[in-house]
């Protein structure tokens, strides 16, 4: 059974860098690993994925702020958005797909998510 579990700040201030980190455990075969956010009120947001080779893909709205790596020996995968504003304040989720999922914001697509944690931008 994979297990995941986000950490990370509750509370970053406005233009500051989010920095998140999901620990993976009980992965025997190679996924595609992503970050998912929803912001209050409102739905899913597909923020980005990694694959297990490393190659990367992100929401093009995002892009130019997201950075998504990964820690092979420590079995983690981070998530970085830059310049944050209140807009970015959501409960961020990291989860686990075996086929590569581009954008999709269907809960039941992926095989398992993360408990989420929030993160709220403050002044």
């Known amino acids: 059974q994979v297990q995941l579990q986000e950490s990370g700040p509750g509370l970053v201030k406005p233009w500051q860098t989010l920095s998140l980190t999901c620990t993976v455990s009980?992965?025997?075969?190679?996924?595609?690993w992503h970050w998912i956010r929803q912001p209050p009120g409102k739905g899913l947001e597909w923020m980005g994925v990694?694959?297990?080779?490393?190659?990367?893909y992100y929401n093009p709205s995002l892009k130019i702020r997201t950075s998504i790596a990964r820690d092979t020996a420590k079995n983690q995968f981070t998530l970085q958005l830059l310049s944050v504003t209140h807009e970015d304040t959501a409960v961020y989720y990291c989860?686990?797909?075996?086929?590569?999922?581009?954008?999709?914001?269907?809960?039941?697509?992926?095989?398992?998510w993360g408990q989420g944690t929030q993160v709220t931008v403050y002044s």
């Open positions: 989860a686990a797909s075996k086929t590569l999922i581009l954008g999709e914001t269907t809960k039941s697509t992926y095989d398992y």
């Open positions: 990694i694959s297990y080779s490393g190659s990367t």
């Open positions: 009980g992965a025997s075969i190679p996924y595609y």
